[in-house]
């Protein structure tokens, strides 16, 4: 048991990602379903004609879901940019420049 929790930890940390882009995907979700909902309703008043003050602050409402949306998006791919500059960096660790294994076989002939 103990082994499946080193595993998940080695794992994330070895992928580079961040724990809490599950946190930040469900809430941008959460975020989508609001912006739709505030966006969607169709709350008349007494007189039939929607309530200018009540669209505003539903405009207001939903463009800082927008901005927060944007924000956790923002975050999200900077991370991802980490990721890929690691995944690079360790990618060109690990496999040399041809020059060194040619230069290398080439001392041990001679």
Same mark, same amino acid.
């Given at each position: 048991?103990?082994?499946?929790?080193?595993? #998940?930890?080695?794992?994330?940390?070895?992928?580079?990602?961040? %724990?809490?882009? %599950?946190? *930040?995907? @469900?809430? *941008?979700? @959460?975020? *989508? @379903?609001?912006?739709?909902?505030?966006?969607?309703?169709?709350? =008349?008043?007494?007189?039939?004609?929607? $309530?200018?003050?009540? =669209?505003? @602050?539903? /405009?207001?409402?939903?463009?800082?879901?927008?901005? #927060?949306?944007?924000?956790?998006?923002?975050? /999200?791919?900077?991370?991802?940019?980490?990721?890929?500059?690691?995944?690079?960096?360790?990618?060109?660790?690990?496999? %040399?420049?041809?020059?060194?294994?040619? $230069?290398?076989?080439?001392?041990?002939?001679?």
């Amino acid at each position: 048991m103990s082994s499946d929790k080193v595993n #998940g930890t080695d794992t994330a940390q070895a992928n580079g990602s961040d %724990p809490k882009s %599950p946190q *930040i995907t @469900a809430s *941008i979700e @959460a975020d *989508i @379903a609001e912006l739709s909902e505030l966006l969607s309703k169709d709350t =008349l008043d007494d007189a039939g004609e929607a $309530s200018v003050a009540e =669209l505003l @602050a539903r /405009l207001e409402s939903a463009d800082g879901v927008a901005k #927060g949306v944007e924000s956790k998006l923002d975050s /999200l791919l900077g991370n991802l940019d980490t990721l890929l500059a690691s995944l690079e960096k360790d990618g060109a660790s690990d496999h %040399p420049s041809s020059e060194a294994p040619a $230069s290398q076989s080439t001392d041990k002939e001679t």
